[in-house]
């Protein structure tokens, strides 16, 4: 885990598929890790449904024969869910083990479920939230907004991204 000195190098974007859960959402990000595209923990982006990962994360209960998934800290610095319906599910107690990283809640201002989870997350796990203008996903309705608030929660916790942005999807080769 990180301390509160480590710098970040970059935010990581990831839209997974809505069926993605947590298992692929580790397999990929220690596979950018293995390929030197990122270091572990990141400041994970998650767009709409592809917070469904974390919310699988933080409920996922002990299978017989498994054993339970790494802690939240071990890969997220932070988490920035973008309108997550699927958190919206969840009950405050399944909720609690996210609260051990930060996190900056964002909605748009035509989007009333967000909005909801938004406040979910504000009151259960204390996330920073943040009200853009636009809809659902309204990093697209106010990019440069939605970028300046996160460097700005980065900064706030002595984490410095650099200024590379990853675009692209993840084809698990």
Known sequence: PASSS???????????????????????????????????????????????????????????????????TNYLLAWIPVAPSSIGRLSNEELLPSKKVPILAFHGTKDPPGKKVSILLRTCCDAQVVELEGSHPCYFDSPKE????????????????????????????
Do not use: C
């Open 6 to 72: 480590s710098v970040l190098s970059s935010v990581t974007a990831l839209d997974l598929d809505k069926s993605a859960n947590d298992e692929q959402l580790r397999d990929i990000l220690d596979h950018l890790q293995k390929e030197s595209l990122l270091e572990l923990p990141v400041a994970l982006v998650t767009p709409s449904a592809s917070g469904k990962t974390i919310a699988s994360w933080v409920v996922r209960k002990d299978e017989e024969g498994s054993s339970s998934p790494p802690p939240l």
């Open 146 to 173: 939605f970028v300046q608030e996160i460097l700005d929660f980065l900064a706030r916790r002595n984490h410095t991204p650099g200024g590379t942005i990853m675009e692209g999807s993840y084809n698990g080769n």
